[in-house]
Nanobody, 129 residues
């Protein structure tokens, strides 16, 4: 059974840094597509970042490019989202989603939530002024 679990959320001041991580267990191989999505109640969920662990290619939404970095620790089956120079508008519930073997579409197109069958419970990130 596949398990996806986020950790590391919390409250950070605007301009500060925070890392959220996604631990993935249960796949038979270490090639899987990962999407980091964020959701603010009342708004649509958006894809913030993505990575295919097989070759390490990544995606970052225009709104976070230059401030957020997605990376993988293959030995630990952990995908991290490093958030720097955070803004108030980064406040959201961040959810990690995974799909075995590969991404459903080119990473450059950005993760699409309907392509991911496995989801974590989500973790709150709050940026204070």
């Amino acid at each position: 059974r596949v398990q996806v679990m986020e950790s590391g959320g919390g409250t950070v001041q605007a301009g500060g840094s925070l890392t959220v991580s996604c631990k993935v267990n249960g796949y038979t191989t270490r090639e899987y597509c990962v999407g980091w999505f964020r959701h603010v109640p009342g708004k649509e969920r958006e894809a913030a970042a993505g990575i295919f662990t097989g070759i390490g290619n990544t995606y970052l939404a225009a709104s976070v490019k230059g401030r957020l970095t997605i990376s993988q620790d293959s030995a630990k089956d952990t995908i991290s989202l490093q958030m720097n120079s955070v803004k108030i508008e980064d406040t959201a519930i961040y959810s990690c989603a995974t799909r075995h073997y590969g991404c459903a579409r080119p990473m450059a197109s950005g993760p699409r939530q309907s392509d991911f069958p496995e989801w974590g419970q989500g973790i709150q990130v709050t940026v204070s002024s």
